[in-house]
């Protein structure tokens, strides 16, 4: 199958260690396996800020399939689609209200502008 490349193979090809995993050049050999570990903690915002944590990131969505019944992997071309679902309730989240969206970013674009403003102010 040559699935996997090789690394001596990829060096008399002239490519450095950081170059050899290039999945969608026309010379590659295969894939470059390596070993490593990347950690993503996820918290809500309240408690990051009480602990001091980096926020890194926001997370408009997340879900698991971890009882044995759910689907892990989601659908070919539809993504988080095929998992994701709009929880009704008698109380509209106003972020999918289009009109509520533009007042807020007028809002915070306002609010930006009159703190440029105060900053200028302040380095005459």
């Known amino acids: 199958m040559k699935a996997t490349s090789n690394s001596e193979t ?9 170059e050899m995993s290039q ?6 050999a295969g894939f470059m396996e ?13 408690t990051a800020l009480e602990l001091g944590c980096p926020i890194r990131g ?6 698991t399939s971890t009882d044995k019944a759910g689907r ?12 994701a679902r709009e929880v009704h309730s008698k ?3 106003p972020v999918l209200d289009i009109g509520y969206c533009a007042r807020q970013i007028s809002f915070r674009r306002k609010q930006i502008g009159d703190w440029l403003a ?7």
Not at 23 to 28: A, F, S, W
Not at 58 to 63: C, K, M, Q, V
Not at 118 to 124: D, G, N
């Open 118 to 124: 105060f900053e200028q102010e302040q380095l005459k």
């Open 10 to 18: 990829e060096l008399a090809m002239g490519r450095e260690p950081t």
């Open 72 to 83: 892990s992997i989601p659908a070919p071309g539809r993504g988080a689609l095929s998992i």
């Open 34 to 46: 390596s070993q490593g570990v990347g950690v993503h903690i996820v918290m809500s915002a309240k």
């Open 91 to 93: 109380h509209p989240s």
């Open 23 to 28: 999945p969608t050049t026309t010379t590659r």
């Open 58 to 63: 926001i997370l408009a969505f997340t879900s």
